[in-house]
């Protein structure tokens, strides 16, 4: 399973765009995304406004460049290439939220 996190913004009641990309990552790494960001990923539909993800993001990159050796476990829980995947899921999702900070983030989980 997967948990995917888009942008969206209602244009008019029930009418919604949704802006940036979809950002996936493996469902059994949010363990590690609490670790290094402090966020906290559940099933839940809204996740609240992408300007307030914007310091967890950024903690969670600091995290995971400036002490990897810390995270390794996962690495190893997760198979290699976690921590890498994180990074890069960290990255693309902040500058989405960066770009578009007053729309809604929303999840849900794939299969």
Same mark, same amino acid.
């Given at each position: 399973?997967?948990?995917?996190?888009?942008? #969206?913004?209602?244009?008019?009641?029930?009418?919604?765009?949704?802006?940036?990309?979809?950002?996936?990552? @493996?469902?059994?790494? #949010?363990?590690?995304?609490?670790?290094? /960001?402090?966020?906290?990923?559940?099933? %839940?539909?809204?996740?609240?406004?992408?300007? /307030?993800?914007?310091?967890?993001?950024?903690?969670?990159?600091?995290?995971?460049?400036? /002490? @990897?050796?810390?995270? /390794?476990?996962?690495?190893?829980?997760?198979?290699?290439?976690?921590?890498?995947?994180?990074? +890069?899921?960290?990255?693309?999702?902040? %500058? +989405?939220?960066?770009?578009? @900070?007053?729309?809604?983030?929303?999840?849900?989980?794939?299969?």
């Amino acid at each position: 399973m997967k948990y995917n996190v888009f942008l #969206r913004m209602q244009l008019q009641e029930g009418q919604w765009v949704t802006l940036g990309d979809n950002h996936t990552i @493996p469902w059994e790494t #949010r363990d590690l995304v609490a670790a290094s /960001s402090g966020w906290s990923i559940i099933n %839940q539909e809204s996740v609240g406004l992408a300007s /307030s993800l914007v310091p967890k993001l950024e903690k969670g990159i600091w995290e995971l460049t400036q /002490s @990897p050796d810390f995270y /390794s476990q996962y690495e190893i829980l997760h198979g290699l290439g976690t921590i890498n995947d994180t990074l +890069d899921f960290y990255k693309d999702l902040l %500058q +989405d939220c960066k770009d578009h @900070p007053f729309t809604e983030l929303y999840g849900n989980v794939v299969a």
